[in-house]
């Protein structure tokens, strides 16, 4: 991993990469909201794919709308549909919802009823109040290939009770409810033996189970899915430089938390439980991940 981590030292990466990274992200991200709230969309969009190249979601949401609509750009479904899924990935639950609505429609990807219910319910968990409502719509009208289920629709209508209104650019996701014997991550650590990158997730208590993970090819990305779990980590966003391993993002909602490791070039992953820390050890190549529990 050249330029980031000391052979074998495991470096508090949430503690000690500058702030200044993510100030500079969050400016773009603000002129781009402002100039799209003038209707500049060029200015917007411009700003959007600054802030977009620090992944930030927001950006990434807000321009699947601009290629979408056609703001400030041609309009582009295809990567409309892209930026929603980056943003997807990262756990930002509006796109979430607008990558339903794409596969809904068979805009940029293959319409798909099942895809669209399955982003409109993972959205509506992480509190996203509109893709609360639309799952309700869905049971009381039987859409999407759904049978009108009347229990299901007052199920989803009652979990707006006591909600707020929740803003369109919204970049934090509060829990409808707490969470039952929840965990937490406390800190993450990154060090390198041997070619290995060795990632050191402590957390709270030992975790019950390894989290599910899953990849994605462009960029080449792991997620690890940590159910029941919350972060106090304080921030949200490590850029780890010129190496192999380029960004760690922590995002929490809807129950549980999404590590994003965005990588050089995608590497085989291990994961394993020792103690109250998840050690994950990424390896030069592509092959599928493998998990273990130390007792």
Partial sequence: MRGSVLEGVPIPIFKRVPYWRDIVKSAFVQAGIAAYRQRDFVAALREFQEAAKH????ALNYLGIMYAEGQGTPRDDHRAADMFFKAEVLGYPEA???LARMHAAGRGVPQDNKAAIAGYRAAARAGFRPAIIRMAEIYEN??????????LARDWRARLQGQQTEPVDSSRVERAAPIQNENAIEAVAVSQQSGQILIRVSMRAPPARLPA??????PPRI???FPNTVT???RSF???GDGDLRLIDVVQGGGRTRMVLTLRSMMRHEAKV???DLVITLTPGGAPAVGAVRP
């Fill in 55 to 58: 992944d930030d979601m927001r």
């Fill in 96 to 98: 979430m919802a607008n």
């Fill in 142 to 151: 039987g859409e999407l290939g759904e049978a009108p289920d009347t229990a």
């Fill in 213 to 218: 993970s899953f990849t994605v090819g462009n």
């Fill in 223 to 225: 997620a690890f899915d």
């Fill in 232 to 234: 106090s980590l304080g």
């Fill in 238 to 240: 490590a850029d780890l």
């Fill in 274 to 276: 020792d103690g109250r």
